[in-house]
């Protein structure tokens, strides 16, 4: 959090802009889950894993270093590792979460401008949108 007030973080994990972290979880071919995050070190996110995920559970990530510690949690832990470009190896990919993020991005584009104090509730918005897709309205309105 530091590097990222004194604009010195990496690129990526929305530091260039201090972007607020947000942690994301998919279940494959199921719901998405979302939290934000103070930062996203190791222990915030074991923290959350252990609270949402079973342990003995496959867990898929990318490389990031907040995941390094997964395997001696009791999870089965595997990642793919986009800064060599590798984005699928076999079974193991993050295609579901990245395609969430993708569109809840262009989603909210369409607001044209979101205030910062209003911006947890249209994150739930997308995250809600995204989980029951698959109800037509008047199931939504009487859900």
Same mark, same amino acid.
């Given at each position: 959090?530091?590097?990222?007030?004194?604009?010195?973080?990496?690129?990526?994990?929305?530091?260039?802009?201090?972007?607020?972290? /947000?942690? &994301?979880?998919?279940?494959? =071919? $199921?719901?998405?889950?979302?939290?934000?995050?103070?930062? @996203?070190?190791?222990?915030?996110?074991?923290?959350?894993?252990?609270?949402?995920?079973?342990?003995?559970?496959?867990?898929?990530?990318?490389?990031?270093?907040?995941?390094?510690?997964?395997?001696?949690?009791?999870?089965?832990?595997?990642?793919?590792?986009?800064?060599?470009?590798?984005? /699928?190896? &076999?079974?193991?990919?993050? =295609? $579901?979460?990245?395609?969430?993020?993708?569109?809840?991005? @262009?989603?909210?584009?369409?607001?044209?401008?979101?205030?910062?104090?209003?911006?947890?509730?249209?994150?739930?918005?997308?995250?809600?949108?995204?989980?029951?897709?698959?109800?037509?309205?008047?199931?939504?309105?009487?859900?």
């Amino acid at each position: 959090m530091r590097l990222r007030k004194l604009g010195l973080a990496k690129r990526g994990r929305g530091a260039k802009y201090l972007k607020q972290p /947000v942690f &994301g979880i998919y279940k494959r =071919n $199921g719901k998405v889950f979302l939290l934000p995050v103070p930062d @996203t070190e190791r222990e915030h996110l074991e923290r959350i894993i252990k609270q949402k995920i079973k342990i003995k559970s496959k867990i898929y990530s990318d490389k990031w270093k907040g995941y390094a510690g997964l395997v001696g949690l009791g999870y089965i832990h595997s990642s793919v590792d986009h800064g060599k470009e590798e984005y /699928v190896s &076999g079974k193991v990919h993050i =295609n $579901g979460m990245e395609g969430f993020w993708g569109l809840s991005k @262009t989603n909210m584009q369409s607001y044209k401008g979101i205030k910062k104090k209003n911006w947890l509730y249209y994150l739930k918005e997308m995250e809600f949108r995204y989980n029951y897709r698959d109800l037509n309205h008047d199931e939504l309105v009487n859900y």
